[in-house]
């Protein structure tokens, strides 16, 4: 846990209530955008009988995709618990109890207890921590084929919307930053443990990238 964000932060950010609206929403809608993108940058026969490893995957909509497109099992982690009803409540809508494992814990710090897998997603996380290096390492040294990771793309107004955001918490007194890491950082720590970018979507706001295991 880092200086700056708390457990009572988490919590208050990524609470029952948000956890319940994700639902809502996934259920009407189905993934947002930017989980979209980061699913269709699976190629089909690398999701079939494949592992899936997901750090802050919230309610698990993508973990629920990925299992009806071929993933066998999937493993979640989460900071905060909040999220644990509303996701356990999609896997049985879904039938798909008992193919998820949920984890709670500081990945960064304590990853060496979960195994790798063969697809990992940082879907909107790595804002959300302080120590980039040390949570993209972590993630990257876990996938066996595939890393796929969305972040702030780090452009002028995405870096002004952040910077607002963290003001506004700053008044409110509540201990959450949100972090505008800078993109090629974010993209050469994975590299450093032997993955290529195979795809890079800038977007608007969230860009998406997908990286491979060298020889895959």
Same mark, same amino acid.
């Given at each position: 846990?880092?200086?700056?964000?708390?457990?009572?932060?988490?919590?208050?950010?990524?609470?029952?209530? &948000?956890?319940?609206?994700e639902?809502?929403?996934?259920?009407?809608? $189905?993934?947002?955008?930017?989980?979209?993108?980061?699913? +269709?940058?699976?190629?089909?026969?690398a999701?079939?009988?494949?592992?899936?490893?997901?750090?802050?995957?919230?309610? $698990?909509?993508? +973990?629920?995709e990925?299992?009806?497109?071929?993933?066998?099992?999937?493993? $979640?982690?989460?900071?905060?618990?909040?999220? +644990?009803?509303?996701?356990d409540?999609?896997?049985?809508?879904?039938?798909?109890?008992?193919?998820?494992?949920r984890?709670?814990?500081?990945?960064?710090?304590?990853?060496?207890?979960?195994?790798?897998?063969?697809?990992?997603?940082?879907n909107?996380?790595?804002?959300?921590?302080?120590?980039?290096?040390?949570?993209?390492? #972590?993630?990257?040294?876990?996938?066996? &084929?595939?890393?796929?990771?969305?972040?702030?793309?780090?452009?002028?107004?995405?870096?002004?919307?952040?910077?607002l955001?963290?003001?506004?918490?700053w008044?409110?007194?509540?201990?959450? &930053?949100?972090?505008?890491?800078?993109?090629?950082?974010?993209?050469? #720590?994975?590299?450093?443990?032997?993955?290529?970018?195979?795809?890079? &979507?800038?977007?608007?706001?969230? +860009?998406?990238?997908?990286?491979?295991?060298? $020889?895959?």
């Open positions: 846990m880092t200086d700056c964000c708390s457990p009572a932060g988490y919590r208050w950010i990524f609470s029952e209530r &948000h956890a319940r609206r639902a809502r929403r996934y259920r009407r809608r $189905g993934l947002d955008s930017t989980a979209r993108r980061t699913a +269709q940058l699976l190629e089909p026969n999701i079939r009988g494949a592992t899936l490893l997901e750090v802050g995957g919230g309610v $698990g909509a993508l +973990q629920v990925l299992l009806k497109a071929g993933v066998t099992r999937a493993v $979640g982690i989460e900071m905060t618990p909040t999220y +644990q009803a509303a996701a409540e999609l896997l049985r809508a879904a039938g798909l109890e008992g193919r998820v494992e984890r709670l814990m500081d990945f960064a710090r304590s990853g060496n207890l979960v195994p790798a897998a063969d697809l990992v997603i940082l909107r996380v790595i804002c959300c921590y302080a120590d980039m290096p040390k949570l993209v390492n #972590a993630a990257a040294e876990h996938t066996t &084929h595939v890393l796929v990771m969305s972040f702030p793309n780090g452009r002028w107004w995405t870096r002004l919307a952040l910077a955001n963290n003001f506004a918490l008044l409110i007194r509540r201990r959450f &930053h949100v972090f505008a890491h800078r993109p090629d950082a974010i993209v050469a #720590a994975a590299e450093e443990t032997g993955l290529e970018v195979a795809a890079n &979507h800038p977007g608007v706001f969230w +860009q998406v990238v997908a990286l491979r295991r060298l $020889g895959d």
